[in-house]
């Protein structure tokens, strides 16, 4: 695969292109879905293809096909070319700008995700087998009607090379499960979710779980949402479980902090952010606690690739440092608009035919320094709530103001967890919201958690990045009953 991806760098040269890059990919993706003990979806899919990007004239051009043969390549180099020069010609008519992206050091160089299982090995019928076990235990809890099991497995196999010289191959390995319990009485239904968090990692992820011995707990308290307490609204502390922190870190931070919305590039899927370049450094994001890491070394980290689709090296850098804004994800085209001399390498494609794009990056809110525990926290709330999971959320445009719910919601009087409580969302302005941030767990309570299918671009393309965090608490936020 090698040579094809040096025959088309050699290619895009001939062209005089100012840059040029292949990503050749082989991959493999399984999804299964069991409802109660039956089959319920089965996709078994391998998909393979190669893609094309060029700067010339300072626009970028891509084209891409799934035919993996020197010809075509050729092909499609020239149409990638083709695209860049139309690029080019319609941006000189709207704007003087010309991109320029920055110059990697040459790199030959692979990466593996480490995998002592293969999923990909195991019989389906085996797999089917767990979840149908899955389903008998939290059937036999009364009230349970629905129990569906989800599993997901990848492997993307991909050579790069671009005209700087790099050559890069990498594989990865990516295995999800989850499933959730439904109860159903006269009058409503409910449903709660458990799963390993998804990971850079083999099936030893699902042997080694406590999937099967958390069954009962989690049917349980599927039945508990029946009955729980509903309509708690006011002013209210919370603490936040690494499972809910996960989508919060992501909406209000990792999405706020990608430098393409920063810099007016991308607007869809509320695009643009409050935290513009000139805050950077300087603005108050947090309390002096919060920080904010990313990491894409983190060992089976959703977004830990070895190096990104711009051949830039996986790095970990802050993106809150002791409560400032200090940084943010980005690709080689947009950190030298901030004068970056290295891209910080989140900057990638979901597959063969899209551009790559600045993702965010596996994000963790890290542990506290003081060593307290999840009940260290709890006892410091005289009227809260203590939510799990993940939930429902909307958030505005500028990433600023913005309500979350959640999977399960505790509530907490004069120090102690009381009953649980049902429905809850709350509703908070970003930067105030990680301001009121005065305790964090320590590192012993640190847990990795993610997002597996984060929406971004026109059109819109998938990715999966690790959250971790370890429980926080956040005073004085605003608590609605929420409809959701
Ligand atoms: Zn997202």
């Not at 293969?118 to 235990?137: H, L, T, V």
């Not at 999405?255 to 950077?280: C, N, P």
């Not at 542990?367 to 525990?373: A, E, H, I």
């Not at 299918?453 to 370890?470: E, I, L, S, V, Y």
Request: aromatic fraction near 8%; charged fraction near 25%.
């Amino acid at each position: 695969m090698m040579d094809l991806c040096l025959y088309a760098m050699n290619e895009a040269e001939r062209q005089k292109v100012e840059y040029a890059d292949i990503r050749i990919i082989n991959s493999k993706e399984q999804k299964l879905v069991s409802e109660n003990e039956r089959v319920y979806e089965v996709k078994d899919n391998i998909d393979q293809g190669f893609g094309v990007r060029v700067l010339k004239n300072g626009a970028w051009g891509f084209a891409s096909s799934p035919i993996i043969a020197k010809d075509e390549i050729a092909k499609v180099v020239r149409n990638a070319v083709a695209v860049a020069k139309a690029s080019a010609s319609v941006n000189s008519k709207i704007k003087d700008k010309k991109i320029s992206v920055l110059k990697n050091p040459k790199v030959i160089d692979s990466f593996k995700t480490i995998v002592r299982v293969d999923p990909f090995s195991i019989p389906i019928k085996d797999k089917f087998d767990f979840m149908f076990e899955i389903s008998r235990r939290m059937l036999k809890v009364d009230k349970i009607k629905k129990v569906y099991s989800v599993a997901n497995f990848e492997n993307v196999d991909k050579h790069f090379a671009n005209i700087f010289g790099s050559q890069i191959h990498t594989n990865v390995t990516t295995t999800m499960f989850e499933y959730v319990a439904y109860a159903v009485d006269e009058s409503t239904s409910k449903d709660r979710s458990y799963g390993i968090y998804p990971q850079t990692i083999g099936y030893e992820a699902i042997l080694e779980s406590d999937l099967l011995d958390r069954c009962e707990r989690v049917a349980s308290e599927a039945v508990m949402k029946l009955t729980a307490h509903r309509g708690v609204e006011g002013i209210k502390d919370l603490v936040l479980d690494p499972t809910h922190l996960a989508l919060t870190i992501h909406e209000s931070v990792g999405h706020a902090t990608e430098l393409d919305r920063a810099l007016g590039m991308e607007e869809s899927l509320s695009g643009r952010t409050f935290a513009t370049v000139d805050k950077l450094n300087k603005m108050q994001y947090g309390s002096p606690i919060v920080n904010l890491v990313a990491d894409l070394t983190l060992e089976n980290g959703l977004a830990t690739h070895g190096y990104d689709d711009d051949g830039t090296k996986g790095k970990r850098w802050h993106i809150v440092k002791d409560g400032i804004f200090s940084g943010y994800s980005t690709s080689i085209d947009t950190a030298p608009e901030i004068s970056m001399s290295e891209s910080n390498g989140r900057c990638n494609a979901d597959s063969w035919f899209s551009i790559p794009i600045v993702r965010i990056p596996n994000l963790g809110l890290m542990p506290g320094k003081d060593n307290l525990s999840v009940d260290d926290l709890i006892a410091g709330v005289d009227d809260g709530i203590y939510i799990e999971g993940m939930g429902s959320f909307s958030i505005d445009q500028m990433r600023e103001n913005f309500q979350f719910g959640g999977d399960v919601f505790w509530e907490i009087k004069h120090g102690k967890i009381t009953r649980m409580l049902d429905n809850v969302t709350y509703q908070a302005i970003t930067r105030d919201f990680w301001n009121s941030c005065d305790a964090i767990a320590g590192e012993k309570y640190w847990v990795k958690s993610g997002v597996a299918n984060c929406g971004k671009g026109d059109p819109m393309q998938t990715a999966k990045m690790t959250h971790g965090a370890a429980p926080a608490r956040f005073r004085n936020i605003k608590i609605g009953g929420g409809n959701v």
